[in-house]
């Protein structure tokens, strides 16, 4: 079984081996989701466009690992990606738990960190390839609250599911 790339771009490979193709991120070791938790039992999300699927995302604050600094760990990077993204901070965050988000199109590694205690403490709104608002929810409304996105049109991406499942484990 050899791999052959199909195509090669800035930040993405294609990569076909025998029957099956798939994609492969350049520049980064993986990614990271970050579940934040304010002190209140709010959750921290963000909602970005997203090309793939033509519309406004929510989701919960991620980002690569290792992308500007090749030192970085996936806790760094989550620390980073939170404060970056949404303007708050963690006082504790939980060790980080690894899976594939879509073992069939990726091999992207994606750590999962529950943060506990955020706190904002600066603007937020992601980098300046970026367009974020950051949005503030009860976490006993998380699922209304989900429904009323849906319902405007956005798209709801799957890391708030396996983030919620994060919550209930480490709280």
Not at 62 to 84: C, Y
Not at 92 to 98: I, K, L, Q, R, T
Not at 104 to 113: H, M
Not at 132 to 156: C, F, N, S
Request: glycine share 8%; net charge negative.
């Amino acid at each position: 079984m050899s791999d052959e790339i199909k195509f090669e771009g800035k930040f993405l490979k294609v990569i076909k081996t025998d029957h099956w193709e798939w994609v492969q991120r350049k520049g980064c070791t993986g990614a990271c989701v970050i579940v934040p938790l304010t002190a209140n039992n709010e959750l921290v999300l963000v909602e970005q466009y997203r090309y793939p699927v033509k519309a406004n995302c929510i989701e919960f604050p991620a980002g690569l690992v290792a992308d500007i600094d090749k030192e970085e760990t996936p806790q760094l990077s989550a620390q980073r990606e939170l404060l970056e993204e949404t303007g708050y901070q963690a006082v504790s965050m939980s060790s980080g738990e690894a899976m594939y988000s879509s073992a069939g199109l990726t091999d992207e590694l994606t750590t999962v960190f529950v943060a506990y205690g955020c706190e904002k403490v600066a603007e937020g709104g992601g980098d300046d390839t970026e367009d974020i608002t950051v949005h503030v929810v009860p976490l006993e409304e998380i699922y209304d609250w989900i429904h009323k996105m849906r319902g405007e049109g956005k798209a709801i991406s799957s890391n708030i599911f396996y983030g919620l499942n994060f919550v209930k484990d480490y709280q």
